[in-house]
């Protein structure tokens, strides 16, 4: 009945299809809230920065621009639910990892950035990694469960609440904002008009404690399908110090480039990498979940190039 499934995933995994679909679908809803929350935080900058009366129509007409877009955000997050169902626990593992590691190195190196946009950058391309941190976190924490369908599905009921939360909140916001910041009469707007200056410093938070809870997870699933193999170490540590020395030369890389070039460097860098980790050690599931990691990285990135123009105009001011 599951044959089809059951080939994609691999022979490595015993995965109920149920579970990795809920599991998909808390990942896709976790990064429908990043970047929703991103939107909202970008427009609420944009319309406290207007000072003139045709700044704030241009940045209502960009909001209902991205509002008539709202088929575009449905597909794209059905087709992210399917392809991190898809993803194996392995490969998502070690994008766990992998983005991990980038990310300590943006923040040590935060500092040298002159246009001070390395981390809203990196907040803009973590979106499939965190999809696949929160995949191996549910995965981790419901191995050996005895009703983990059923803790799942409440998994993603929460998801799927927050997630509609906010996005009534982003087309709420991209509506009414500009005229309800001025008039002052809705509560949510007041709100925002408030305190959605720190919208984006929790989102950061919330990410790295995402990050941290599945990093551990990852490590235990890398060990238990990697490391654990007889004389693994001595063929992974020469390939993880190589891939760890990439990561770096990327990250100094981005430093010198225009967003949307580093962008798309680094993601072909960062898979084509982990690629030849997998032609050399994995399983051929392996290689095919890495391909699919890379429709999934493309699914993600080509419809945020509004938040990536945000973050590069927000980098290039003075």
């Known amino acids: 009945m599951f044959f089809s499934f059951a080939w994609i995933t691999g022979p490595s995994f015993d995965s109920n299809p149920i579970d990795c679909f809920f599991q998909g679908l808390v990942g896709a809803c976790g990064i429908s809230v990043l970047c929703h929350l991103m939107r909202i935080y970008n427009l609420i900058q944009t319309c406290s920065d207007s000072e003139t009366e045709t700044e704030s129509k241009q940045s209502s007409f960009s909001a209902s621009s991205l509002l008539r877009g709202n088929w575009i955000i449905v597909l794209q997050f059905w087709f992210l639910t399917v392809l991190l169902s898809l993803v194996g626990l392995r490969v998502s593992s070690l994008i766990v990892l992998e983005f991990s590691l980038r990310a300590v190195s943006a923040w040590a190196s935060a500092g040298l950035d002159a246009k001070g946009r390395g981390l809203d950058l990196l907040l803009i391309q973590c979106q499939f990694s965190l999809g696949c941190s929160l995949t191996c976190t549910l995965d981790f924490l419901h191995q050996g469960a005895l009703h ?8 993603a009921a929460l998801s799927w609440a927050l997630a509609s939360a906010s996005h009534s909140v982003w087309r709420h916001v991209a509506r009414l904002y500009p005229l309800h910041s001025r008039e002052r009469y809705c509560g949510k707007c007041i709100t ?8 984006l410093a929790s989102l950061q938070r919330a990410v790295v404690l995402a990050f941290a809870i599945a990093a551990v997870a990852s490590t235990a699933t890398v060990y238990d399908h990697f490391l654990s193999q007889e004389n693994a170490l001595k063929f992974w540590t020469p390939l993880t110090l190589c891939y760890t020395m990439l990561v770096f030369y990327i990250q100094e890389d981005q430093q010198r480039q225009t967003g949307r070039e580093a962008l798309l460097q680094t993601v072909v860098m960062r898979l084509g990498g982990l690629l030849v980790l997998m032609l050399m050690m994995g399983h ?12 999934g990285e493309a ?20």
């Open 192 to 199: 925002l008009l408030a305190s959605g200056h720190t919208i």
């Open 284 to 295: 051929w599931s392996d290689v095919l979940h890495v391909l699919i990691s890379f429709l």
């Open 299 to 318: 699914v993600c990135l080509l419809p945020s190039q509004d938040l990536l123009k945000a973050a590069l105009k927000e980098g290039s001011r003075p």
């Open 148 to 155: 983990s369908s059923f803790s799942l599905f409440l998994a």
